[in-house]
């Protein structure tokens, strides 16, 4: 019975975790069409105007529409946080599936490697990110994909090889399959769950990873802006200009929950246990 | 060749790097007064209570001889003593430990005669022997003070008694009185107990002995330092405050919080913004914390790069010296012609940048004499407004036109577009790159910002001229000296970084140097004025005013361009004012 | 089991190695030079030779390493700072033991707040408090750290002026008696330890619920349940003990990132830790400071992880060793 609740009130959590992330991305993606301004024109006569009707959500100090600055913030947001999630998830899923399958000393040092690299200090990203010269956009992903694949390399291999011992598997491998055939088309489909629900894990935590690099003064180059660099601009005076900085981590806040119950519902979803 | 150590870097290193480090003011008009006394000084005045300062940057040491930092050096001051200290005129000088001096040129020396009863805060008697120490030490090629380009004119210092220090120069200069007290002066009987290579290491700069109007008592790593008053002190009147606590707060926010709720009493370097909240609410009466703002010693500049970085990185391969520069090094292809540094420079609305980053706190600069000095003349400078249409005219004139209408000037198919560095961390420079940025894009010109971390910026992209322009601001020392940033004697060093030459430039600047009189001296820095002014291998934007905040309860506060800290051993709070934290660390 | 314990340290060694090597080119590496601190232009080439030689520097990089290493591992030396000329050793151990006072705070709120809600839950499946805290767990997990850091100062500090919004203690906290001493450390913690602690509550909140559910439901709790056992022994003696048991793992991921997620705390809260003495190394380029710390950080990781390991056998005997199970 028991059971039963909690499937329905799971399937809720990710119905409202879609909701959520709908309504963000039509925000960002058509948001514009709501608005006359330009994100990067600025016109420092209205420089930190309060919100009002013809700025809803004030402005910056260079009067730029923060209304506006949000939709194209987002928009890199998603692309960072996305893109890192792609590449972290490609690189822990390949290093778990081979690990796993040939096993032996190949596994043992790869997982060793596995351990420095969750054992490294968070914050040399911020030295490699200041080391390497500042941010492009394309290095905040490199970087932030660079120190997050692990956790799911160590899912995919802890799912691997139980799969390795199951009937389908030996089946395959008596046919003679070789062994890409069988880890990509076989067992990869077979534990792909888990590995989706490890991204949507990753992608709130990238997303909160690259707010705070923001925070240190490390995230995109303005003029351009995430929602962690706005959030990051409201910083001289968060009480006195509350609306530059207060909307920005509203933005990231609900399409981290969106995230987070999206994880939920999935991981109900997926959940080898609660199958049984 | 001599020369003064009189321009440093914007060095805000440290935690500092995320916190919004700002500085500048209002009132356009208060460059003008010399000096700004908040009390006028009385008779009677009351000992006792605590002064709580807020900094964002914890002291690296507080041995005078490495440190570095505003933060070192502001409580260095209280704690340590020079020979002699200079005034607010920045030309004369009052007695420090020692009472008198006679200065002769002809002699080409000064003899300094010392307080008899000057001791060390650990009781030991202050002699001329420490004054001879001191020397030794800030010339010893391990040490590698900072400040050695003070010394470089003097040949020897000799003690001939316990209170006689005599200073020999090279040559005779108007400078020498400077050159000779520049320093603190060290205690002999600790630092010699360590070999000079391991003094960088010792325990002493952790636990300094001065013999200033404070004594140091705790350090409290990244937490607070903690002074206490000098109850031996060898001036006549003691100092009045019972201990001196600087608290280490290094977010912005945080300790501005602190300010407002009592727990600092003092902080510099506010954001305009913030300080213009403080001064409505001091004026309203709704606040015990009274604004204060004066012209500092920063102005900030846009550097072209006026060389072609390739040949730079050729001509320093292949060893080139000062005589090959004009053979090596060919000029920019955008910032090279002057017309276009002058056409880019009318393109720039100072005024809205001031407005818009300072608030107005801040005064426009279009030459190289900072306005606190005595050499400052506005009327040596040309002037560049403001006027983009004249500045299109003058690119237009050079081949700059959009000619395929997409809104970029280009020329043979090249359109106009170059990279802006800047500090990253320094919200302050990141906003007037972002401006700039913007106005430059209203004529057609495109930039793109780039915003790099002070080990890169300064110690590799600028030094090896990897760059095509730069905002970064300088800090101004008390004598004038132009020549580390535009002499080619200086071509291939670190902070002549935008490749000036012009012997015209050399030859004025040592006219200026050698000059025997200051009047003279006037002539040429004047004439350097106009000259750098016309030629703009910056873009000088304004000249920044300081905004600090400080509980009202302190009397007898002196401030001017020197900083906050001239005085502060006269400061004092009165009994009725009185807060529970002066209480509690009564002596 | 001893015999297990000393194998899985020695074989942390390797790892250990390799991560401080691997830190120490990145290090090394990264552009920027110390000795530009201390750029001047009246420096003469003499000048800038005694500094870098002041700091090492004028030595090929193997050989620096070389150096250290040799120090470390015979003298327990770091070396001395570059930006201060402090011990480095000396300088991790202080912001170690605010760290560690900050981190073990953060992690006992966290396992109270976690635990406690996380069974009353579990509990209460599908009552309006089970969704009132998953809601409100989701929303700590989402939060920015930062910006719940500054929301706190702004409500608590400078608003109602209730809690202070920086440092470890009052200027004055060695003026007070020893009780007023323990207040006044726990009103400046407890800002710091919410920022830092909710979003851990949240994680161990979604665990403990969804295992204690799990165990609830499973098999030999609906026998023990058929048998007529007492409820609240069943869940007391049972439930609770097999859904506390994943924690302990946990804790072995947890600790980790609770040391990296105190940097934005402890430079928001003016708190002398760990995190902000490696942000200030790492823009000084104070070698020395940053390997210290960084050495003292994989250490601390890699016996988390070791102690979670061995917690979890001692527990949970049905483990057991295999060797190609490095977790």
């Known amino acids: 019975m028991n059971n039963l609740h909690t499937k329905s009130k799971m399937g809720g959590s990710l119905r409202a975790g879609c909701g959520i992330l709908l309504f963000i991305l039509l925000f960002i993606l058509i948001g514009r069409l709501l608005t006359p301004y330009d994100h990067l024109s600025q016109n420092l ?151 989706i629900v490890s991204a949507i894990l990753l992608i709130t935590n990238i997303i909160l990873v690259e707010s705070s690099l923001s925070f240190l003064g490390l995230g995109v180059q303005p003029p351009f802006a995430s929602w962690g660099t706005i959030l990051n601009e409201g910083k001289i005076d968060p009480l006195g200009n509350w609306w530059i900085s207060v909307p920005a981590g509203v933005c990231i806040l609900v399409t981290v929950a969106g995230f987070n119950l999206i994880g939920d519902g999935l991981r109900d979803l997926f959940d080898p246990y609660r199958l049984n | 060749m001599t020369f003064r150590n009189s321009l440093r870097l914007h060095w805000y290193y440290i935690p500092l790097i995320f916190f919004l480090v700002f500085f500048s003011c209002q009132n356009k008009n208060q460059h003008q007064i010399q000096q700004t006394a908040l009390y006028p000084p009385t008779e009677q005045t009351e000992d006792g209570g605590t002064l709580v300062v807020g900094i964002r940057t914890e002291p690296e040491t507080l041995n005078p001889l490495f440190a570095l930092s505003q933060s070192a050096r502001n409580v260095l001051g209280l704690i340590f003593g020079r020979l002699a200290d200079i005034n607010a005129d920045l030309e004369t000088f009052s007695p420090g430990i020692a009472k008198s001096w006679e200065v002769s040129s002809e002699k080409r020396q000064i003899v300094f005669h010392l307080h008899q009863n000057i001791h060390w805060h650990d009781g030991r008697p202050l002699t001329a022997e420490d004054v001879v120490f001191t020397y030794q030490m800030h010339i010893h090629p391990v040490i590698a003070w900072d400040g050695i380009s003070y010394k470089q004119n003097i040949s020897d210092v000799t003690a001939p008694d316990d209170s006689t220090v005599i200073f020999k120069f090279h040559h005779s200069n108007h400078t020498m009185l400077l050159d000779a007290v520049e320093g603190y002066i060290l205690p002999k009987h600790i630092l010699q107990q360590y070999p000079p290579e391991k003094l960088y290491t010792a325990g002493f700069n952790r636990r300094p002995i001065g013999s200033g109007p404070f004594i140091f008592v705790e350090w409290q790593d990244l937490q607070h330092i903690r002074l206490a008053k000098n109850e031996s002190y060898f001036k006549a009147t003691k100092p009045h405050l019972d201990c001196v606590i600087f608290r280490i707060v ?118 190289p004499v900072p306005p606190i000095l005595p050499s400052y003349n506005a009327d040596a400078n040309i002037v560049w407004e403001y006027n983009p249409g004249k500045s299109l005219d003058w690119l237009a004139e050079l081949g700059w036109k959009d000619h395929d209408g997409d809104k970029i000037l280009d020329r043979d198919g090249e359109p106009f577009q170059f990279e802006i560095l800047t500090e990253s961390g320094n919200l302050h420079w990141e906003q007037v790159a972002t401006i700039v940025q913007a106005q430059l894009a209203e004529i057609g010109i495109r930039t793109t910002l780039r915003f790099l971390e002070p080990a890169l910026l ?92 400080i509980h009202s309860r302190f009397k007898n506060i002196i401030f001017d361009k020197r900083g906050l800290y001239v005085n502060l051993e006269d400061w004092w709070i009165p009994q009725s004012e009185r807060l529970k934290i002066d209480r509690i660390f009564e002596n | 089991m001893l015999s297990v314990f000393l194998r899985r340290i020695l074989s942390l060694l390797p790892t250990l190695l390799i991560g401080i090597t691997l830190s120490f080119i990145i290090i090394h590496l990264a552009p920027g030079d110390p000795a530009n601190r201390f750029l001047n232009p009246n420096q003469t080439p003499e000048m800038q030779s005694s500094i870098r030689e002041r700091f090492g520097l004028d030595r090929s990089l193997p050989v620096q390493y070389g150096r250290w290493l040799k120090n470390v591992i ?174 302990i793992s946990l804790l072995g991921i947890v600790i980790p990132a609770l040391l990296s997620g105190a940097v934005i705390v402890e430079v928001l809260f003016a708190l002398p830790g760990v995190g902000r003495t490696m942000v200030t190394a790492v823009y000084s380029r104070d070698y020395p400071v940053l390997m210290a710390a960084v050495t003292f950080g994989f250490i601390a990781v890699l016996l988390c992880n070791l102690l979670a390991d061995i917690c979890y056998r001692i527990v949970d005997p049905r483990i057991q060793h295999s060797p190609g199970e490095i977790s």
């Not at chain 2, 012009?502 to 006037?522: H, N, Y």
């Not at chain 3, 009052?170 to 450390?185: I, T, V």
């Not at chain 3, 295992?211 to 049972?238: F, P, Q």
Request: hydrophobic content about 50%.
């Open chain 1, 45 to 195: 006569a209205e420089a930190l105007e309060s919100p009002s009707r013809s700025h809803w959500l004030g402005t910056d100090h260079y009067g730029r529409d923060i209304f506006t600055r949000l939709i194209y913030g987002g928009q890199l947001t998603w692309i960072i946080a996305i893109f890192a999630t792609l590449i972290a998830i490609v690189i822990g899923t390949l290093v778990g599936l081979f690990t796993a399958w040939w096993g032996g000393w190949f596994d043992l040092i790869v997982m060793r490697l596995v351990d420095v690299a969750l054992a490294f200090p968070r914050i040399f990203i911020v030295l490699l990110v200041i080391g390497l010269g500042g941010s492009s956009i394309e290095l905040l992903i490199w970087l932030l994909a660079l120190f997050s694949w692990m956790e799911t390399a160590r899912i995919v291999r802890a799912e691997v090889s139980t799969h390795k011992n199951f009937a389908y598997v030996k089946a395959a491998r008596a046919s003679g399959l070789g062994t890409n055939r069988i880890l990509f088309r076989h067992i990869f489909p077979n534990i792909a769950g888990p590995v």
């Open chain 2, 250 to 367: 290094p977010d912005n926010f945080n300790l501005l919080n602190q300010l407002k709720s009592g727990e600092a009493d003092m902080v510099e370097g506010i954001h305009p913004k913030n300080f213009l909240a403080i001064q409505k609410s001091w004026e309203a009466g709704r606040s015990a914390i009274r604004p204060i703002s004066y012209l500092g010693r920063r102005y900030d500049f846009i550097g072209w790069n006026l060389i072609d970085p390739q040949s730079y990185a050729e001509a320093v391969a292949a060893g080139a010296t000062r005589a090959s520069i004009d053979s090596l090094i060919r000029p920019n292809k955008l910032f090279g012609n002057q017309k276009v540094r002058v056409a880019l420079t009318m393109a720039i609305d100072r005024q809205a940048i001031m407005n818009s980053v300072n608030f107005g706190m801040a005064v426009p600069l279009h030459g």
């Open chain 2, 458 to 549: 300064y110690g590799k992209r600028l030094p090896n001229r990897e760059f095509d322009a730069v905002i970064i601001g300088w800090t101004v020392g008390l004598t004038p000296d132009y020549a580390p940033l535009f002499h080619s004697d200086y071509f291939f060093t670190p902070f002549h970084f935008n490749g000036y030459y012009s012997p015209e430039f050399d030859r004025l600047d040592a006219l200026a140097k050698s000059a025997p009189t200051k009047a003279a001296a006037q002539r040429y820095y004047d004439k350097i004025a106009r000259l750098l002014s016309r030629e703009l291998p910056y873009t000088w934007l304004y000249y920044r005013m300081e905004c600090s905040a």
């Open chain 3, 74 to 247: 015979f003298h327990l030396d770091f070396g001395y700072s570059f930006y201060s000329g402090k011990s480095s050793r000396a300088v991790i151990a202080v912001a170690l033991k605010s760290t560690a006072i900050l981190s073990f705070w953060a992690l006992v709120f966290a396992l109270i707040a976690g635990i406690s809600l996380g069974i009353l839950a579990a509990l209460k499946q599908n009552r309006f408090i089970d969704y009132f805290c998953n809601n409100l767990m989701i929303f700590f997990l989402s939060i920015p750290g930062f910006w719940l850091g500054l929301m706190l100062i702004g409500i608590f500090s400078i608003q109602l002026s209730w809690l202070p919004g920086a440092h470890l203690q009052s200027l004055y906290h060695h003026q007070l008696g020893p009780g007023a001493r323990f207040w006044d450390l726990a009103g400046h913690l407890i800002l710091p330890v919410i920022t830092l602690g909710l979003p851990l509550a949240a994680t161990f909140f979604k665990y403990i619920r969804s295992n204690m559910i799990e165990t609830l439901n499973s098999d030999y709790i609906l026998a023990a349940k058929a048998r007529g056992v007492n409820r609240s022994k069943i869940l007391w003696k049972y439930a609770l003990k097999n859904s506390l048991l994943p924690i």
